[in-house]
């Protein structure tokens, strides 16, 4: 049997889109699972629209996702000649001919279709025409003869069985009248090079499919499998674009979603086991089949997103929480300096409590991470002479204490209760604000302790509250 060999071949044209991710995600899951390679091919032969930078930023979101694939990257614009001499034995052999329609003439088929309100197919003008009528001042494109009659079944390994009538797949062209490779010839090309065994992919490549499988045909070379997976829409049922926000991996990781959340979100995104929900990376390759691929579009759904993110926030171990929090920081917002660090790593505990992203959790520690309170001015005029009072009392009791603990701190609240005459808000409010410079936040004792003896002290004497 041969191996299974899967690939994920995406243009740099533009940021890596989140549905290109997840085809990415399924192609490599299968290669894993069968025991096969996966590969990562560039198609940047759209030499005008293709940039380096988007290359670079698509292999950096696979490595984000934890998708590694073999070897080098396969560049596209570099196997150019073997796409062009295919396209010249398909021509030599009678599957292609050379097409002299001017451009003129093609805009002039495509606008009489528009009037007819019917799909635009090439009239087939040259398919039959000897070389002896070519006009000496057009340069001709190179069109594959496709099949006339019958039907054509495509057995989809998603979908099921795709027929289509031959007569609407029109005679397409191979190579343009510049000599560059169309699409559908490169990408079978490369696939026939690569020993490409199965093509996962977007189900709005069917009708590519079809062609390309005539290719394969016509050369006399193995078909591969194909399944076609439904596409993802956003919430208002409408075809995910790239102009969507939340479309790149670029948009989640800024808003500190993690890695192996994202990853199983996508991986539940249009495919099922059971009636599980959250699989670890073993499970994930362990179990994915095509048959658990539902055909139905599926819906990108942030809140279910943030919900994913938030368990792996609660149950990962928090060294490896700790660890991704101090990258998130780096990248977007500023490096927690050394000394913040620890006091950041051994509150995490409660720092993320109700967070359901990364940038959560650095929101709540902003009072561990800057020196200086950010006061929210409509907090601060929560600072009376009662509430002033109440902080001035309490950090004389706490200059005292010599360990801190809930234990330790608890007694002199509960007297500042019973001495201002008021609860425990009336309390803890004023030192919250003290401390963090905002009444939300975490626990008061939580707070204190996180922040040390010295600094509670140095925030309590704070002339901005006097």
């Known amino acids: 049997m041969k191996k299974v060999a899967t690939r994920f071949a995406p243009s740099p044209t533009g940021p890596l889109h989140i549905g290109g991710i997840r085809t990415a995600l399924f192609n490599w899951l299968y290669a894993k699972n069968k025991q096969g390679d996966f590969y990562l091919r560039i198609e940047d032969t759209d030499r005008e629209r293709s940039k380096i930078e988007y ?53 002039d088929q495509k606008k009489r279709a528009r009037q007819k309100k ?33 039907k054509s079944i495509l057995k989809d390994l998603v979908q099921g069985d795709i027929e289509i009538d031959n007569n609407t797949i029109e005679d397409f062209v191979i190579l343009r009248n510049d000599g560059t490779p169309t699409y559908n010839l490169s ?6 090079l690569m020993k490409m065994t199965h093509i996962i992919r977007g189900d709005d490549h069917k009708i590519n499919t079809f062609k390309q499988i005539q290719i394969y045909q016509a050369m006399k070379w193995e078909v591969p499998s194909f399944a076609h997976i439904p596409l993802i829409h956003t919430i208002e049922g409408k075809k995910l674009s790239k102009r969507d926000k939340a479309s790149t991996l670029d948009d989640y990781s800024k808003i500190g979603i993690m890695p192996d959340a994202l990853r199983n979100y996508l991986l539940r995104l249009g495919w099922s086991f059971k009636d599980k929900e959250i699989f670890t990376l073993e499970e994930s390759i362990k179990h994915f089949n095509l048959e658990g691929i539902g055909k139905s579009p599926s819906k990108l759904d942030m809140s279910r997103i943030l919900s994913m993110n938030e368990h792996y926030i609660k149950n990962i171990d928090e060294n490896d929480l700790f660890n991704q929090l101090t990258d ?17 790593k051994n509150s995490l505990t409660f720092l993320k409590n109700k ?7 650095f929101n709540n520690g902003q009072y561990i991470i800057t020196d200086d309170v950010n006061f929210n001015q409509s907090d601060v005029k929560l600072i009376d002479d009662k509430a ?6 309490f950090n004389n009791k706490f200059r005292n204490v010599e360990k801190l603990s809930k234990e330790t701190l608890e007694p002199i609240v509960n007297e500042l209760i019973k001495s201002n005459d008021t609860n425990f808000k009336g309390v803890g409010q004023p030192l919250r604000i003290a401390l963090t410079g905002s009444k939300f936040g975490p626990g008061i004792y939580d707070i204190i302790i996180s922040l040390g003896k010295d600094e509670v002290i140095k925030r309590l004497t704070n002339k901005k509250l006097n």
């Open 55 to 107: 290359k670079d930023q698509i292999i950096k979101s696979l490595k984000w996702i934890g998708i590694n694939y073999k070897g080098e990257e396969y560049i596209q614009s570099k196997k150019i000649e073997d796409h062009i001499k295919v396209a010249n034995e398909l021509l030599k052999n009678g599957q292609a001919y050379n097409c002299y329609c001017s451009s003129e003439e093609i805009e």
């Open 118 to 150: 019917i799909p635009y197919i090439y009239d087939r003008k040259w398919r039959d025409k000897g070389e002896e009528d070519a006009p000496k001042d057009i340069k001709p494109v190179i069109r594959f003869k496709s099949k006339i009659d019958g």
């Open 187 to 192: 990408a079978s090309v490369d696939d026939h």
């Open 328 to 344: 998130y920081c780096k990248l977007y917002k500023n490096e927690i300096k050394s000394e913040k660090k620890e006091k950041i």
């Open 355 to 361: 967070a359901k992203t990364l940038e959560d959790i």
């Open 388 to 393: 002033k009072k109440v902080i001035s009392d």
